[in-house]
């Protein structure tokens, strides 16, 4: 009983701590996702690079001497215009044709290779660190967790909540909304859908940059950081069901433990492996993943 006691304690519950803060960040890479596939019917590939941007602006503001917690507040700013500029000169573009969906998921990616070339242009194939914030640990029944990856959990849960709230009970919510659910309908009440479709891409990458910020100080920043995170992302929304956010939050916990739980016994190299064999597992279970679309939650 004792030696089941310690283990707890000492070897399970550091996992489930490093498991909710990784996972807080990828319901936030997901939800933002979600919500662009919810509302335009895109599959951005370029999420994980929008994701790295973030953590190097975050970088570049603390070099000049921004304190952090202004560079949390002005990367999801500096993201959001980029996310809107990309949408309305990219997006937009081949939005309205017959093959859409080809073609909006090919542009996506071929912008993903040319922002990670870029970043590795200007700021080298390196990895770059950032300081943690928040030194220290609070002590819990002996155990010591980092008020870092507290505050990241906190951070992230509360950012969560605040989408939920936008979109489900404010009335820009309620118009997001309509405009997911019948685009022709909702123009013709004079809502300036192509704006609506703008600046909700433009969330979904504030959102992704807000990942990058609060991880740049648990992780390395470098130019190809996003590439393995954004399939976890996409698994997330898969499982969840895509467009769903109550969906993306639930699979993004649930597969980040099962990912940080499961390294205690397997090899690292299994990870990705055990989390599309779950997202298959789910999809042979439930093609449509786990919940409904945007307008459903």
Same mark, same amino acid.
């Given at each position: 009983?004792?030696?089941? *006691?310690?283990?707890? /304690?000492?070897?399970? !519950?550091? /996992? ?6 990784l996972?807080?960040?990828? @319901?936030?890479m %997901? *939800?933002?996702?979600? $919500? ?6 895109? $599959? ?7 994701y ?6 975050? @970088? ?5 001497g921004?304190?952090?917690?202004? %560079?949390? *507040?002005?990367t ?5 215009? #980029?996310?809107?500029?990309a949408?309305?000169?990219?997006? /937009? +573009?081949?939005f ?16 993903? #290779? ?6 590795? #242009?200007?700021?080298?194939a390196?990895?770059l660190r950032?300081?943690?914030?928040i030194?220290?640990?609070i002590?819990?029944?002996? =155990?010591?967790?980092?008020?870092? +990856?507290?505050f ?10 605040a989408?939920? #709230?936008?979109i489900? +009970?404010?009335?820009v919510?309620a118009? @997001?909304?309509?405009a ?7 123009s ?14 433009? =969330?979904g990458?504030?959102?992704?940059? $807000? !990942? ?5 100080? &648990? ?11 954004v399939? $976890?992302?996409?698994?997330?929304v898969?499982?969840g069901?895509m ?6 939050? &639930?699979?993004?916990?649930v597969?980040? /433990?099962?990912?940080?739980?499961s ?10 492996p055990? *989390? ?13 993943? =786990? ?7």
């Amino acid at each position: 009983m004792a030696e089941a *006691l310690e283990w707890l /304690q000492y070897v399970l !519950a550091p /996992q489930v701590i490093n498991g909710a803060s990784l996972g807080v960040a990828v @319901v936030l890479m %997901a *939800l933002g996702l979600t $919500i662009i596939f919810g509302l335009l019917d895109v $599959i951005n590939m370029a999420h994980g690079e929008f994701y790295a941007i973030g953590a190097y602006a975050a @970088v570049l503001l603390l070099a000049i001497g921004v304190p952090f917690w202004w %560079a949390l *507040l002005l990367t999801p700013l500096f993201m959001a215009v #980029i996310g809107y500029a990309a949408e309305r000169t990219l997006i /937009q +573009r081949v939005f309205h044709s017959k093959d859409r969906h080809t073609l909006t998921l090919l542009l996506t990616f071929g912008l993903a #290779i040319v922002l990670e070339d870029v970043l590795k #242009i200007f700021f080298g194939a390196n990895p770059l660190r950032i300081e943690t914030p928040i030194g220290g640990a609070i002590e819990v029944f002996g =155990l010591f967790f980092p008020n870092y +990856r507290l505050f990241v959990m906190g951070m992230g849960s509360a950012i969560v909540a605040a989408v939920w #709230i936008f979109i489900f +009970r404010t009335r820009v919510g309620a118009i @997001v909304r309509a405009a997911a659910f019948d685009r022709h309908m909702t123009s013709s009440l004079g809502v300036p859908v192509n704006t609506v479709y703008a600046l909700t891409f433009a =969330l979904g990458v504030a959102l992704a940059g $807000i !990942a990058g910020v609060l991880l740049a100080p &648990i992780y390395s920043v470098f130019p190809t950081m996003g590439r393995d995170f954004v399939l $976890i992302a996409f698994s997330v929304v898969i499982i969840g069901g895509m467009g769903s956010i109550k969906g993306a939050v &639930i699979a993004g916990l649930v597969l980040t /433990q099962i990912q940080s739980i499961s390294s205690l016994y397997i090899s690292p190299v299994w990870s990705d492996p055990l *989390l599309f064999g779950c997202m298959v597992l789910v999809l042979m279970w439930r093609p449509r993943g =786990l919940f409904g679309r945007l307008g459903h939650g």
